[in-house]
Structure formats: C-alpha cells, structure tokens
C-alpha cells in the first residue's frame, strides 16, 4: 500500500535560518503530493501542492519539488520566522477507482526561537 | 466563503457510548471525508463520500458509520466506545474528491473517551 516516510522531529531552529524538511514516499501509481501545516489548536492548512513528476509548489516562502526518481518531496524555507511553527505533514493521494484518500506522513514539529 | 466548520468542538463520554460529529463542507463541495488524528500521528483515512455514496473506506471497525445528507453535509457515528476511540476528528471536504483535488479541514472534534 502507499506510504509516507517523513523526518523525525521536533526540529527545533533560529530564526531566519534555512529549513529542510525531508519526506519520502512509497505508491503504485502517480500520486499527487501535499504539505499540509497544522498550528498549535488549529486544524489542517493545505500548504502546497505537487501533482505530477518535476513540479515544484510554492507558498509563503515554502517550497517542495515532485522529484519522481527519488520518490521524495522535500520542504524548503529560505529563512524561517517564529510564525512558522508548527506540525508539518507530508501527505500524498493516489486514484483508487474512486477512493481518493490522503496518506499522511507522522508528522514534524517545528519550533521556531527568536 | 465560510470554510469547513465541524460540531461540536469538544465531546467527552465514556466507555461504551456512541457519538455522532457534524460536519459542513465549503459550499459547493460535493465530497466529504472523515479523519481521525490521534495525538502525536498523522490523520488516518476513515470514510470518504461523494454525492450522498460511500466512495471509500479506511481499516477502522463496523463500530464507525457515515452518511452524507442532500445538502452534502456529513456525520459520522462512533458506536461502543473504546478509550482508543479518544483523538481529533477532521473533517475535510473537496470539489469532487479527485486525486489532484485539494482537500480543506475543518478545525476538528476532540473526542475524549473515559
């Protein structure tokens, strides 16, 4: 079955710092790729997006690339604020003759001090 | 737009109970899935529906039911509660569920099981 490896936490940085969060994966087919941030008493926040192989999606100064040959999405910040921590799952869906679920990483907790 | 919301925020019952949690998908959505989040993991898959019908489910006991109402609101049902059953609740709802389509959570139900 598909399956998400991330980074074991919690990653604990300086502020403006440069920030790697490594998420591997394991599926069948094609899967689409996410980053989904979780803050302290908050639910879920789609973060960014991968669809297909080479992608790279980007927000708020986050990125991760699609890369297909080393089955990875890896998170990057430039230089990381205290607003920044949180939870960080890597996640990815497949097409399941129709059963679209999301497969969630364990998760990374990033604190982040001034 | 208002986004997902969820109720009740918070629920406490003991062993042996049944709960049901509440669910509202942004407007326009067709397809809602339920979440469960213990503490310290990633969300794990429990049912996904679209257009009132079961599209999925994830490997939790017959003791979890869902339904989804013509107004593709949802509920899901927890009969017989076991401590285990203690965790967050997610909720997330997505245009049509497809692979390459975004899922939004809602703040989620904390349930604790005594």
């Known amino acids: 079955g598909n399956s998400v490896t991330q980074m074991e936490g919690p990653v604990t940085l300086s502020e403006e710092a440069f920030l790697t969060i490594n998420c591997t994966y394991t599926?069948?087919?094609?899967?689409?790729l996410f980053w989904y941030v979780q803050y302290p008493g908050e639910g879920l926040q789609l973060l960014l997006k991968a669809t297909k192989a080479d992608d790279k999606g980007s927000n708020k100064g986050f990125e991760a690339t699609y890369r297909k040959e080393t089955t990875s999405f890896h998170l990057e910040k430039g230089s990381v604020q205290v607003s920044d921590s949180a939870v960080y799952f890597c996640?990815?869906?497949?097409?399941?003759?129709?059963?679209?679920?999301?497969?969630f990483g364990t998760g990374t907790r990033l604190t982040i001090i001034p | 737009d208002a986004g997902v919301t969820q109720s009740p925020t918070h629920l406490i019952k003991t062993r042996g109970q049944q709960v049901t949690l509440r669910c509202s998908p942004i407007?326009?959505?067709?397809?809602v899935s339920w979440y469960q989040q213990v503490l310290g993991q990633g969300p794990q898959f429990i049912f996904q529906?679209?257009?009132?019908?079961?599209?999925g489910r994830g490997n939790f006991p017959d003791r979890f039911s869902a339904r989804q109402f013509p107004n593709y609101s949802s509920e899901l049902n927890v009969n017989a509660l076991l401590l285990g059953d203690s965790a967050l609740y997610l909720c997330?709802?997505?245009?049509?569920?497809?692979?390459?389509?975004?899922?939004?959570f809602g703040p989620g139900t904390r349930l604790t099981v005594l």
């Open positions: 407007s326009g959505h067709k397809s």
């Open positions: 599926a069948t087919g094609y899967p689409s």
């Open positions: 996640a990815l869906i497949e097409s399941n003759f129709g059963n679209e679920k999301l497969t």
């Open positions: 529906y679209y257009e009132k019908e079961e599209r």
């Open positions: 997330a709802s997505s245009l049509d569920g497809g692979a390459g389509d975004t899922q939004y």
